[in-house]
């Protein structure tokens, strides 16, 4: 007799097992993660299939805490509250922030880990050849490093890659991107004449990088970061209220280039 398995072979997945009254998440009961798995090692239990635990759980909450918001103007956010304004609900407002979220605004992380681990391959005397290629291939700007609005230094890269250094000296990590990202912020110096300071994307992608995230998933993973400062920004316009705002105030006006 041949089994039919045409249905449940439909989707597959190794993430969640279940059926009445069980549900198993990476094989582990739902009932014993709760209150004791905290959301961001639920984060990764889920995405990656494995536990993490000490300073690398560590490392991986302070990522995500790191970029949570960055104000309305941000494309994410700016595009959450005017959203908010218009009678959506809140799921809405935070995809349409989420949607904002691209190659520009969100996708420097995973091409910083890209850059990162090509500046491994090619070792230390290679890093200014991997840099020029990179440039060829994708425009002038290193991802991850500089700022438009945080000058003289984003606040947030030196902490996260002090906790690097902390989990590299407790063992938890080998440190080798954190040099490698260093080396990168030294190198901008010497080329430009100025410093050229790593940012929050080049930072959390030195510690997603230094978990052996694959390079995607800096994004995903920046993603779920922001949702929290889109829910929050979203909901305080809703408290606010406010009809159909627009990105400035309605007596500024557009410039027509036209005829």
């Known amino acids: ?116 681990r090509q500046c491994e391959a090619a070792g230390p005397d290679g890093l200014p050849p991997t840099l020029n290629a990179w440039r060829a291939d994708h425009g002038r700007f290193i991802p991850g490093f500089g700022h438009r609005f945080h000058k003289p230094v984003d606040p947030r890269a030196p902490r996260l890659l002090a906790l690097v250094d902390a989990a590299a000296e407790a063992g938890a990590v080998s440190g080798a991107y954190a040099g490698i990202g260093r080396a990168i912020e030294s190198h901008l110096a010497k080329e430009r004449g100025k410093p050229v300071p790593m940012n929050i994307d080049g930072a959390t992608a030195v510690i997603y990088a230094e978990l052996g995230c694959p390079a995607p998933l800096a994004r995903g993973f920046f993603g779920l970061s922001r949702s929290v400062g889109i829910l929050a920004h979203g909901w305080e316009q809703m408290e606010q209220g406010g009809r159909n705002k627009g990105p400035t105030p309605p007596e500024y006006r557009w410039t027509y280039d036209g005829d």
């Open 1 to 116: 007799m041949t089994v039919r398995n045409d249905v449940s072979d439909w989707w597959r997945t190794r993430i969640i097992d279940m059926e009445p009254g069980r549900i198993h998440l990476r094989g582990k009961p739902v009932q014993d993660l709760i209150g004791n798995t905290g959301f961001a090692e639920m984060i990764w239990l889920l995405v990656m299939g494995e536990e993490i635990s000490g300073p690398r759980a560590a490392l991986f909450e302070a990522a995500l805490v790191s970029a949570v918001d960055h104000g309305p103007q941000a494309p994410s956010i700016g595009a959450a509250r005017m959203a908010a304004t218009c009678g959506i609900g809140l799921q809405s407002v935070m995809a349409t922030g989420l949607n904002m979220l691209g190659d520009v605004h969100g996708g420097a992380g995973e091409q910083a880990i890209t850059l990162y």
